[in-house]
């Protein structure tokens, strides 16, 4: 995938481990994700660890969400597929999403 920023930036997403990319979790969706987690911890077994691992990605989607290095903008993934646009009062890059850990 390519976003190409008003600012004229383009935003590249063809690998893993990007520090300008991030997924988003809806607050409501929150303890299911990691009540899931634990379902698939407890329920795992070398039998159907695989199977608990899959559905734990089926059921637990996150939206995509990529911020502009060169401005700032925040880009998230709507749930129709449009990507909305968040400019930053500070108009320049945060870092919001690259982490030291």
């Known amino acids: 995938m390519k976003i190409k920023c008003e600012c004229g930036d383009l935003i590249v997403d063809q690998t893993d481990y990007?520090?300008?990319k991030g997924?988003?979790?809806?607050?409501?969706k929150w303890f299911n994700f990691w009540d899931d987690i634990d379902s698939a911890i407890e329920d795992s077994n070398e039998k159907?660890?695989?199977?608990s691992c899959m559905?734990?990605?089926?059921n637990n989607r996150s939206k995509l969400f990529w911020e502009c290095k060169n401005c700032g903008r925040l880009f998230v993934d709507s749930a129709n597929g449009e990507l909305i646009v968040f400019m930053?009062?500070?108009?320049?890059?945060n870092g919001v999403l690259d982490t030291d850990d």
């Not at 997924?23 to 409501?28: A, V």
């Not at 159907?48 to 199977?51: F, H, K, L, Q, V």
């Open 55 to 58: 559905q734990l990605r089926i």
């Open 18 to 20: 990007l520090s300008q």
């Open 88 to 93: 930053p009062e500070n108009r320049k890059y």
């Open 23 to 28: 997924h988003l979790i809806p607050d409501k």
């Open 48 to 51: 159907n660890a695989e199977d």
